[in-house]
């Protein structure tokens, strides 16, 4: 059964940005990774899914209720790690987490005592003193104190020092195991690749894919280099129909990704060159995710 879905989700700023008839869902027990820059729709998606945010056009759902007319409601399941959360000043993280308390109905000291022992979080500071680090902690701690069921998670680790993203990682992990549903944005592929069972892919506001993890590892497409003896080999085979990822003239090496129905297709050519070397490269998420983001580089732009 799907507990977060969206549908058509259309909403559109100057300058081209936003996010256009963006359509996925979650299912109950499911982790969903939504993977790309920043830039590319993540937040944007995540803020109509709170409420924050009307569309232009679509709709967005979460059991059943409309994120934009029933915020109230589906907000008392929800736990919500912003990208960039904002924390108020003048308080200290004891009293923010009482008026969270406050605003989502709920009071729970052991579980926020629990959260703070494992991310070693100081409730007595005053939040105008604290690091980015220690507030990023203080909005997770918040984020999960109702014991929520479904999870937005806007680019967790943000902020966190190495070793306080391990600490999150294994949390996350524990709470998939409880059957939570989890939509989680970010732009780490270690992140989404040990946590999520499902990963969509975002460019410029448009899901281009959406793949099973376990599937880019298992054949999704394969990856072959081939090196030829001679100039004449390389000239010809780099006219054949396939989907090079790049081409050397100088060392007489190509790269190329084949759809597995294309395989028979493959061998039959490549039988009719002059080929020095042939190996076949396994395939992982960032080799899949740069089919659609050709330029490498750092993600977070």
Known sequence: MSVIEVNNLTKSYEFGKGIFDV?????????????????????????????FSIPDFGECKINGYDCSKSYYITKKDIGYLPGE?????????????????????????KLVESLCKRFELDLNQDIKKMSIGERR????????????????????????????????IEFIEEEKKKGKTILLSSHIF???ERLCDRIMIIKDGRIVASVNKDDISKGLKKTFEISFYNPASYESFTKESF???????????????????????FIKTIKNYNVKSFSEVTMTLEDYFMRFYKTRGDLSE
């Open 85 to 109: 959360p904002t924390l108020p000043q003048g308080l200290d993280g004891k009293a923010f987490v009482k008026m969270m308390e406050g605003l989502k109905g709920c009071h729970n000291d």
């Open 190 to 192: 270690r992140e989404v």
């Open 137 to 168: 902690k203080l909005a997770v701690v918040t984020a999960f104190m109702s014991d929520p069921k479904v999870l937005l998670l806007d680019e967790p680790t943000s902020g966190l020092d190495p070793r306080m993203q391990e600490v999150f």
């Open 23 to 51: 359509t996925f869902s979650v299912d109950s027990g499911e982790v969903v990774g939504f993977l790309g820059p920043n830039g590319a729709g993540k937040s944007t998606t995540m803020r109509h899914l709170m409420g």
């Open 243 to 265: 989907e090079f990822t790049s081409k050397n003239k100088l060392e007489l090496r190509v790269s190329l990704m084949i759809d597995n129905c294309d395989i028979d297709r």
